[in-house]
Structures are given as C-alpha cells and as structure tokens.
C-alpha cells in the first residue's frame, strides 16, 4: 500500500480524504488551539446553528461498520465484561469485547449464550419453589429487573423481589414468599401497551411468556429502551458478540477458534500497539478473518500516533483503538512516563485512520457523557468504557458491602499484579514470580454502585442522552456529522470546573 502523506492538524477546518471523497472535520475557534496535548477536560464544545429539532432525530450509528448502533463499547477487563455485560449492552446498540484471558471454551459458551438470548426481553433469574430466600438474594444483584421468576417446568408460578426476602429466614422457601399467579405478558405485545400495563398493575417488571412458556422478563423502562434503542445484531438477527486476542501464543489459531465459536469482532488488544510483535499478530488475525465483503471486522490497539495507526491499518487493523494510559485501573503514565492526553490522541489518529477511509475507537479516559461526545468529536467511530461500568449490576464481579450499606464491585487493571497472576497461571512458579514484578495497573478497587443508577443501561442511558444532545447543539444528526461540524474551545482548570453542577448550595 503507497504510504499517504500525514494530515497536519491546525487551528482551521481541515478536510481528510476517506476512500472517493473528503469529508470536513472539527476545529477549533480561532486562535484557540495551543501547542500543547490536550485531554477531555481542557476542552468544550461551542454551540452552533442548529435545525435538528429534537434528540431522536439524532442517529448515532457508529460509522466503523462493525455493527454497532450507539458509539458504546465495553472495555475487555475481566471484571467487567462478561456474558450478562455482553447481552445486555448488545440489546442496546453497543458492544462488549470479552477479555483475551478467557479460555476459547468459556469464550465459546458464553458467546453461543449471549446468541440465544432475546433481543428484546431480559434474560430471567429462575429459582424453583423450593429454593431459598438466600438463593434468590445472591442472585437478585445480577439483573438490574429486580426480580426472580419462580418456574415449574418451564412454566412461571411466582414472582420474589428483594423486599420480600427482607425480614425472613434465609433458608425460608420461596413458595412462602413469592407473589403467586403474577402478571404475565404475551411475547409480540407492542411495547408501548406493556408500558401501560405495568404502569397500571403498579409493577415495575413482569415475566413475558409464549403460551405458557417462559422467555424474558421486560420492565417499564425496558419497553421504553426498546422502543428507542436499536439492538447490535449479526445478520442473522442475533446480539452481536467480541472478544479479544493477545499477541503471544498461537494467536492466528486462537482468532480461528474464536470466529468458529460465532465472535463477530476480533479485537487484538496489547497496551503497546506499535511494535513488530503486534503487527505480526494482527497480520496472523487477519489472514484468519479474511478479507472483502464476508471479511469479520479486525480492531488492533493501542496507539498513540498517526504512525502507529498508519501502520496498524497496513498490517490488516479494520479499526485502530487508541489510547496509552488514560485509565482509571493503569499506572502506565506514572511508572513508565509513557502516553499521551487523550483527546489528542484521538483527534490525530482519527485524522490519519480517515485518511486512509478507515476508523478508530477512543479507549480509555472516559469518566462523563461529555467525555464520549468530545472523543466523537475528535474523530473517533465508537467509545470504549472500563471503569465506569464496573460498578454495575452487569459486570463480571459479585456485589459486596462496605460495612456501611453501600455496595461495590471489586475492579483491577488487565496489567495489574492480579491480572498477570490469573494470566499466568499455566507457567512455572518462577516464570510467574518474574512476570510478577512487572505490573502496571490497580490491582484492587472499590467501584461503587449508584442507587439512582445502579444498571449498566442506566448509565447508557445518560450516554446516550448527553451524546445525542451534544448533536443537537452542533447541528449533527450523525456522528459523522457531529465530527464535520464540531467546533471546540480550550478552558482553564477554573472553566472546567464552572461547568460543574453543585449538589449543595454554596
């Protein structure tokens, strides 16, 4: 492939070639950008002339053609992204990228899982009539519905939820517990008329049946996502499923292994993307996932520059992911020096991606919805997010008590001690006692649950809003427009700061 001259970014509209055309791209207000990198909170963004009348008339389809409806895509740490992450972002448009620490058989049956689910309708905690109030507690964490389905073959015949387990033996049986007979609704009822009927029976969530047969549980705020979101799907009309590759190892027979289990997105994730090892590596993934039009799309990562994206992209990378430090889980930038702000990063490497009519994703760094409308902005296709959303109900770890009633997950960066350790494990006690001493991560952190936003699709939820809002304010209607017609300021510390909201009085 010729090697294209390098877009130079400066303060004015610039234009970057992608496949036939060019397309416009954001800027900056005159005079405003310095010589300096920048991250998310040294800039914003300045209205615009706008005739988008309403946030729904906002599509944000990610441009990156890898199948995703909302620029959402969940980080592959091991404490986040799992079976009931992968299902429940897919039902809304977004993706989860299952870690590279996985083994191909786990990796296998939870993607043949996330596959049947419904597109719809969550999936149900089941218990029988004689399982314990204890069970059901353990279990009621995992769903953000709130409910245990109680079933007899196939068939629900109750309904538990945690208040009534509060105030009873733990070893007490569900059947003296549960609501009997519960609201059911038929599977095809328009989602606006389960609205109302919820709404009416004051029940924040019921079973869905076919027949007599159990297939999901909706909620009122269910209806109203499905109504509004567009599920990420294969062509087959199945959720859409990812999972990540390292660069050690038989990395083209794993990424075979992987495609044969049904992922639909191979990501070959490494934290330093621009080295021969990882080209190699992406070149072995994609000879196995081929090319053209029946081609599964590559993701490859992390870098920082247009060179390494430039490089990546040569190498096969569908998808650049770019990003060097700006984790809440990685010590990176203070043990090693090593990284760059983000929203630099982004911006360069989106211009050079789209330069050659391909795309990158923001990783890293993301701690508001402002955050992902500036990495759109920037230039990126999708957004990827770790640690805000490890404190959820769907994240891979259980729920814990801080001794004060607040609930937290445990979180760890994928360079960490812990995560080199579980990574580890097949080698020899000396081998990993070396690989030990070489970690750059959190080993253990407390993230904790918010009561009023305690889902992962609560948090989507306001992604989505303030996204979709953002290009509203910009005259976008997509998020390639939002990236063409963008334009951004620098603030000091003390601005960033005034765009705060106060929760007291001052």
Known sequence: MPRLPVVPIGSTRRTVGAGSGTMAAMRFLEGSRPAHDLTYSDVFMVPAHSTVGSRLEVDLTTPDRVGTTIPIVVANMTAISGRRMAETVARRGGLAVLPQDIPVDVVSEVVSWVKTRHPVYDTPITLSPTSTVGEALSLLTKRAHGIVVVVEGGSPVGVVTDGQCQGVDRFTQLSEVMTREPLTLPAGTDLPKMFDVLSDERVSAAPVVEG????????????????????????????LTSAAVGINGDVAGKAAALLAAGVDVLVVDTAHGHQDKAIEALRAVRSVAGSGGRAKPVVAGNVVTAQGTRDLIEAGADVVKVGVGPGAMCTTRMMTGVGRPQFSAVEECAAEARSLGKHVWADGGVRHPRDIALALAAGAANVMVGSWFAGTYESAGDVHEDGTGR??????????????????????????????????GISSSRMYLDPARPGVEDLIDQIVAGVRSSCTYAGARTVDELHERAVLGVQSSAGYEEGRPLPTSW
């Open 212 to 239: 007599d047969r159990l297939v999901g549980v909706i909620t009122k705020k269910g209806a109203l996502r499905s109504a509004i979101y567009t599920p990420a799907v294969d062509d087959s009309g199945h959720l």
């Open 407 to 440: 609930l937290y997950k445990e979180s760890f960066g994928m360079a960490s001690a812990r995560a080199v350790k579980a990574r580890t494990a097949t080698q020899s006690g000396f081998e990993r006692a070396r690989a030990g001493l070489f970690e750059e």
